[in-house]
């Protein structure tokens, strides 16, 4: 049986350590990112010996990147990560019209078929494989109705009941099949990567850093947190879990880890609220309408950032319940929720596969 952990959140300001705050709301980004990044997302203490730090930033792929190196690179490293993220971004992106997704979409609305590099069939065919392990709750072909919703617009407005309804009937990932470099999929099918593309990107970004002598690092990709490595004073690194909904940067919890992936997910990252109710942006592919969870906020730890990514958003529609159950049946992958009361849950082994303490 999974661990239930009741406990107050209070606020704390403080630095801790080497200490990333997962779960920033993408409404502040535009106007904070040039300006705040690093004390948003790498808030960082000085390191010991001659130990160098080196950072860097970029508002791309809908969110604030940051790469911080502890141990090995230099300046040009940091800027094959930005490289890397562009590259991916032109081939990832739903929205973006000079992208290979956008293209492939607009094939698979004519025809339903297209051809595809060899990286982007991979990340659909692991996304189909999420599809399959979850029953259908994770499904990249929701982009007909995710289209529908703009969760940062000045004045938001609900889509008509009858268009959601409409665009329902093109999705379904178990009409998407990859052989051979060609997709194909039905007519009118509009995939969306934005729930596991981040995590893919952030799993490249290590590869590519280790290729480059770098021994200690860590990458966020606006939530998602991939470690290199602990830091280079053999320290672990320190990750903030945001309080939802909170106005003031409050965390309900700190996790240490290293060499792994922390990725959370929340109502709280983009809504909108009208007529009194909150509208978040994680669709439930059965509806069309954001999930009703009893989940406010699901981190996933696991080596992988990728599957990370996908699980975090595959918990949070699931359903607490069915959630703990799926992470529990997993091998090398734990998860801690925070439910629509705000107690805090962890699936077995988290605490030991994890230190965390509890704000």
């Not at 990112?33 to 001659?50: H, P, W």
């Not at 080196?54 to 790469?67: E, K, L, P, R, Y």
């Not at 997704?101 to 060899?118: F, I």
């Not at 990750?239 to 060499?259: T, V």
Request: hydrophobic residues 40%.
């Amino acid at each position: 049986m999974y661990n239930v952990q009741r406990r107050l959140c209070k606020m704390d300001t403080r630095t801790h350590g080497k200490c990333c705050f997962l779960g920033w709301n993408m409404k502040n980004i535009v106007t904070l990112a040039l300006i705040t990044a690093f004390f948003i997302l790498m808030l960082s203490g000085c390191l010991k010996g001659n130990n160098r730090e080196m950072s860097t930033s970029a508002v791309m792929m809908d969110t604030v990147i940051n790469v911080t190196l502890y141990g090995g690179g230099d300046r040009n490293v940091l800027n094959g990560c930005i490289a890397l993220c562009e590259k991916y971004d032109k081939i990832f992106s739903r929205t973006r019209e000079d992208s290979e997704l956008y293209r492939v979409n607009a094939e698979l609305s004519q025809s339903g078929k297209a051809y595809a590099s060899e990286e982007l069939c991979t990340l659909i065919q692991n996304a189909v494989n999420i599809g399959d392990l979850s029953d259908g709750a994770f499904d990249i072909t929701i982009g007909a109705v995710s289209s529908l919703w703009d969760f940062t617009a000045t004045e938001p407005r609900l889509p008509a009941d009858k268009n959601i309804k409409d665009a329902l009937g093109k999705v379904s990932y178990l009409n998407v099949s990859v052989a051979d470099n060609r997709i194909t999929a039905k007519k009118g099918t509009m995939l969306d990567l934005g729930a596991i593309a981040k995590g893919y990107v952030a799993d490249r970004l290590k590869d590519y850093l280790i290729s480059n002598g770098v021994s200690h690092a860590i990458i966020n990709l606006g939530g998602n947190v991939l470690c290199v490595g602990g830091n280079a004073d053999g320290e672990l690194f320190h990750i903030g879990i945001r309080k939802p909904f909170s106005q003031y940067d409050e965390i309900s919890a700190i996790l240490e880890i290293d060499d792994q992936s922390a990725v959370t997910s929340g109502a709280y990252e983009r809504y909108f609220i009208l007529d009194g109710i909150t509208y978040h942006h994680i669709l439930d592919p059965k509806t069309g309408y954001p999930a009703a969870s009893d989940i406010q906020s699901v981190t996933i730890i696991s080596k992988q950032s990728e599957l990370g990514d996908a699980l975090s958003t595959t918990c949070f529609v699931l359903g607490l319940d069915k959630a703990v159950k799926l992470i529990e049946s997993m091998e090398g992958v734990y998860a801690m929720f925070i439910d629509d009361k705000g107690g805090i849950i962890s699936s077995n082994g988290f605490e030991e596969a994890v230190n965390v303490s509890f704000r």
